[in-house]
């Protein structure tokens, strides 16, 4: 069994920032990838910005300049540091993660319980 645990959103005002974690725990033999993604109402998830074993990064053009993701291999853990935030930024945060597990020889994705960020004066 494994699970995602996101902590860190929450409100703050235009040009703020956020730090946002998911940490993975179970019975895991190596993750390939970690990322986040984000979905605003009445529109679809998308990715946000996400990371490989290896340190390799992608981001969505929306947020170059301002988001930087990084993981802890030993910790399992990725991080969002969000800076500049606009209110267009609003949205529930997703992480997402494939995983493989302890005896098992494929990957599987999974998907943290979402937190939310709100953007606002």
């Known amino acids: 069994q494994v699970q995602l645990v996101e902590s860190g959103g929450g409100s703050v005002q235009p040009g703020g920032s956020l730090r946002l974690s998911c940490a993975a725990s179970?019975?895991?033999?190596?993750?390939?990838?970690m990322g986040w993604y984000r979905q605003s109402p009445g529109k679809q998830r998308e990715l946000v910005a996400a990371?490989?074993?290896?340190?390799?990064?992608n981001y969505a053009d929306s947020v170059k300049g301002r988001f930087t993701i990084s993981r802890d291999n030993a910790k399992n853990t990725v991080y969002l540091q969000m800076d500049s935030l606009k209110p267009e930024d609003t949205a529930v945060y997703y992480c997402?993660?494939?995983?493989?597990?302890?005896?098992?020889?494929?990957?599987?994705?999974?998907w943290g319980q979402g937190t939310q960020v709100t953007v606002s004066s």
């Open positions: 997402n993660a494939e995983i493989v597990q302890l005896g098992w020889s494929f990957a599987l994705t999974y």
């Open positions: 179970g019975s895991i033999f190596s993750i390939n990838y």
């Open positions: 990371i490989t074993s290896g340190g390799s990064t």
